[in-house]
Protein backbone atom coordinates (compact mmCIF):
# COMPACT_ATOMS: atom_id res chain seq x y z
CA UNK A 1 0.00 0.00 0.00
CA UNK A 2 0.97 3.59 -0.58
CA UNK A 3 2.45 5.86 1.82
CA UNK A 4 1.04 8.69 0.54
CA UNK A 5 -2.37 8.43 1.54
CA UNK A 6 -2.19 7.33 4.97
CA UNK A 7 -0.02 10.62 5.36
CA UNK A 8 -2.67 12.58 3.56
CA UNK A 9 -4.64 10.90 6.44
CA UNK A 10 -2.69 11.77 9.12
CA UNK A 11 -3.01 15.37 8.25
CA UNK A 12 -6.61 14.99 8.16
CA UNK A 13 -7.16 13.41 11.42
CA UNK A 14 -4.24 16.24 12.88
CA UNK A 15 -6.60 19.23 11.88
CA UNK A 16 -9.41 17.48 13.32
CA UNK A 17 -7.63 16.97 16.93
CA UNK A 18 -6.60 20.76 16.85
CA UNK A 19 -9.79 21.66 15.71
CA UNK A 20 -11.68 20.19 18.64
CA UNK A 21 -8.83 21.47 20.81
CA UNK A 22 -9.13 25.18 19.80
CA UNK A 23 -12.68 24.77 20.24
CA UNK A 24 -12.05 24.03 23.65
CA UNK A 25 -9.65 26.04 24.34
CA UNK A 26 -11.87 29.29 23.24
CA UNK A 27 -14.87 27.87 25.35
CA UNK A 28 -12.18 27.49 28.27
CA UNK A 29 -11.51 31.63 27.42
CA UNK A 30 -7.98 30.26 26.15
CA UNK A 31 -7.35 32.65 23.26
CA UNK A 32 -3.63 32.51 22.25
CA UNK A 33 -3.94 28.91 22.72
CA UNK A 34 -6.58 29.16 20.74
CA UNK A 35 -5.23 30.93 18.05
CA UNK A 36 -2.29 28.81 18.06
CA UNK A 37 -4.45 25.41 17.69
CA UNK A 38 -6.27 27.10 15.00
CA UNK A 39 -3.50 28.24 13.02
CA UNK A 40 -1.92 24.71 13.43
CA UNK A 41 -5.28 23.19 12.00
CA UNK A 42 -5.26 25.29 9.54
CA UNK A 43 -1.01 24.33 8.70
CA UNK A 44 -2.31 20.56 8.32
CA UNK A 45 -5.39 21.38 6.05
CA UNK A 46 -3.05 23.61 3.90
CA UNK A 47 0.01 20.79 3.78
CA UNK A 48 -2.88 18.21 3.21
CA UNK A 49 -4.13 20.28 0.30
CA UNK A 50 -0.96 20.18 -1.45
CA UNK A 51 -0.37 16.94 -0.32
CA UNK A 52 -3.26 16.01 -2.37
CA UNK A 53 -2.68 17.82 -5.10
CA UNK A 54 0.62 16.43 -5.59
CA UNK A 55 -0.81 12.90 -5.67
CA UNK A 56 -3.63 13.46 -7.74
CA UNK A 57 -1.03 14.99 -10.24
CA UNK A 58 1.36 11.95 -9.91
CA UNK A 59 -1.11 9.10 -9.71
CA UNK A 60 -4.38 10.39 -10.71
CA UNK A 61 -7.99 8.69 -8.64
CA UNK A 62 -7.95 5.70 -6.60
CA UNK A 63 -10.89 3.38 -7.77
CA UNK A 64 -13.21 1.90 -4.83
CA UNK A 65 -12.86 -1.65 -5.59
CA UNK A 66 -16.38 -2.62 -3.65
CA UNK A 67 -19.26 -2.88 -5.73
CA UNK A 68 -23.25 -1.92 -4.21
CA UNK A 69 -24.05 -0.86 -0.99
CA UNK A 70 -21.10 -0.25 0.28
CA UNK A 71 -20.02 1.83 -2.74
CA UNK A 72 -23.21 3.84 -2.47
CA UNK A 73 -21.73 4.80 1.00
CA UNK A 74 -18.07 5.36 0.03
CA UNK A 75 -19.35 8.07 -2.66
CA UNK A 76 -21.74 9.78 -0.41
CA UNK A 77 -18.95 10.26 2.21
CA UNK A 78 -16.43 11.25 -0.67
CA UNK A 79 -18.69 13.57 -3.02
CA UNK A 80 -19.86 15.33 0.34
CA UNK A 81 -16.44 15.72 1.50
CA UNK A 82 -15.66 17.30 -1.59
CA UNK A 83 -17.84 19.62 -2.42
CA UNK A 84 -17.85 20.89 1.01
CA UNK A 85 -14.07 21.23 0.88
CA UNK A 86 -14.67 23.45 -1.83
CA UNK A 87 -16.85 25.96 -0.10
CA UNK A 88 -14.46 25.42 2.96
CA UNK A 89 -11.69 27.31 1.94
CA UNK A 90 -12.71 30.98 1.37
CA UNK A 91 -14.78 30.52 4.29
CA UNK A 92 -11.28 29.23 6.56
CA UNK A 93 -9.38 32.41 4.83
CA UNK A 94 -12.09 34.68 6.13
CA UNK A 95 -12.50 32.98 9.70
CA UNK A 96 -8.83 33.43 10.09
CA UNK A 97 -8.33 36.68 8.75
CA UNK A 98 -11.35 38.38 11.04
CA UNK A 99 -9.49 37.74 14.10
CA UNK A 100 -5.94 38.83 12.90
CA UNK A 101 -7.52 42.02 12.17
CA UNK A 102 -8.79 42.79 15.54
CA UNK A 103 -12.48 41.94 14.14
CA UNK A 104 -13.43 39.35 16.95
CA UNK A 105 -17.28 39.53 16.79
CA UNK A 106 -17.54 38.77 12.94
CA UNK A 107 -15.19 35.80 13.31
CA UNK A 108 -17.43 34.55 15.84
CA UNK A 109 -20.55 34.80 13.58
CA UNK A 110 -18.77 33.13 10.59
CA UNK A 111 -16.57 30.41 13.07
CA UNK A 112 -20.08 29.20 14.05
CA UNK A 113 -20.48 27.77 10.65
CA UNK A 114 -16.90 27.21 9.56
CA UNK A 115 -16.21 25.17 12.22
CA UNK A 116 -18.43 22.09 11.75
CA UNK A 117 -17.82 22.14 7.61
CA UNK A 118 -14.01 21.71 8.92
CA UNK A 119 -14.48 19.38 11.44
CA UNK A 120 -16.89 17.51 9.24
CA UNK A 121 -13.97 17.62 6.24
CA UNK A 122 -11.17 16.69 8.49
CA UNK A 123 -12.84 13.87 9.90
CA UNK A 124 -14.58 12.70 6.05
CA UNK A 125 -11.01 12.47 4.90
CA UNK A 126 -10.07 10.03 7.42
CA UNK A 127 -13.14 7.93 6.56
CA UNK A 128 -12.70 8.53 2.87
CA UNK A 129 -8.98 6.89 3.31
CA UNK A 130 -10.12 4.58 5.79
CA UNK A 131 -13.08 3.20 3.28
CA UNK A 132 -10.83 3.29 0.47
CA UNK A 133 -7.81 1.36 1.51
CA UNK A 134 -8.90 -0.49 4.44
CA UNK A 135 -12.28 -1.65 4.12
CA UNK A 136 -12.27 -3.34 0.65
CA UNK A 137 -10.02 -6.28 2.51
CA UNK A 138 -12.40 -6.56 5.16
CA UNK A 139 -15.50 -6.64 2.93
CA UNK A 140 -13.53 -9.04 0.33
Known sequence: MELHPLINACLNGTSAILLFLGLRAIKQGKRERHKKLMLGAFGASSVF???YLLRFAISGTTRFPVEGVWKVAYLAVLFSHMFL????LPMVLRTLWLP???RFEPHRRIARFTFPIWAYVSVTGVAVYL???HLPSLLL
Open 49 to 51: LAS
Open 85 to 88: AIAL
Open 100 to 102: LTG
Open 131 to 133: MLY
